[in-house]
């Protein structure tokens, strides 16, 4: 299980380095970054919540750096497009968030591991993950006319697989934070702070039993 982020093309991009990534592709995030992949990140966070703020948030800045930062900086609800994607490594099957579906929900996985609980990621395809018994099962498209392929796991490999995951999360915010204070010094707390929320990174992990 890796948390991906949604990427577009950065070809025209020239506040910070970033990486060379092909349209509507995604990036797993971790640890293990290279500082353009963190700066493509951002970037796209950024782009995410990339919208006019409340009145209330204060006027926009007029400079390019403050203005394309100042979505995220200033929204009190981020969004990053992506979410979890799970490889079955036995047959190759991928369960993946469909459109629309935001990494800052990814705690909605803790729903499929209660007694009866289930979670939708996305549409165009619909992932589904519920609770059958003491297994999670994971449909690939919930919406399509005919079955597609599933996949069963252990709620407590799933458990451990979604702890995983948000320690990628976690180690990738702490690469994000080096990552500013080299590059957005002058917003590095800022931005660090932003993405945390992005994430939903500001609280521990409870799982589910």
Not at 106 to 111: E, N, P, S, T, V
Not at 116 to 138: C, K, Q, Y
Not at 166 to 182: I, K, P
């Amino acid at each position: 299980m890796q948390p991906v982020l949604e990427i577009f093309a950065d070809d025209d991009f020239t506040l910070w380095p970033v990486g060379n990534h092909e349209p509507y592709g995604v990036l797993a995030l971790n640890g293990k970054l290279t500082p353009a992949e963190v700066g493509t990140a951002v970037k796209r966070i950024a782009d995410c919540n990339d919208f006019e703020p409340e009145e209330e948030h204060g006027p926009c800045p007029t400079d390019p750096l403050g203005m394309f930062l100042n979505g995220l900086l200033t929204m009190p609800d981020l969004f990053a497009a992506g979410g979890l994607r799970l490889t079955d490594t036995a047959t190759g099957t991928v369960f993946e968030p469909g459109c629309c579906n935001g990494l800052e929900t990814w705690r909605d996985w803790l729903d499929a591991l209660e007694v009866g609980g289930s979670a939708t990621f996305g549409h165009d395809p619909s992932p589904l993950a519920e609770r059958v018994g003491g297994t999670v099962r994971l449909t690939l498209d919930a919406e399509a006319e005919s079955a597609g392929p599933v996949i069963e796991l252990p709620v407590d490999e799933v458990r451990a697989l979604v702890a995983g995951a948000e320690q990628d999360l976690r180690d990738f915010l702490g690469l994000a934070a080096a990552w500013a204070e080299q590059h957005l010094p002058t917003h590095a707390a800022a931005v660090t702070a932003a993405l945390s929320r992005a994430l939903d990174l500001d609280q521990d992990l409870e799982l589910a039993e």
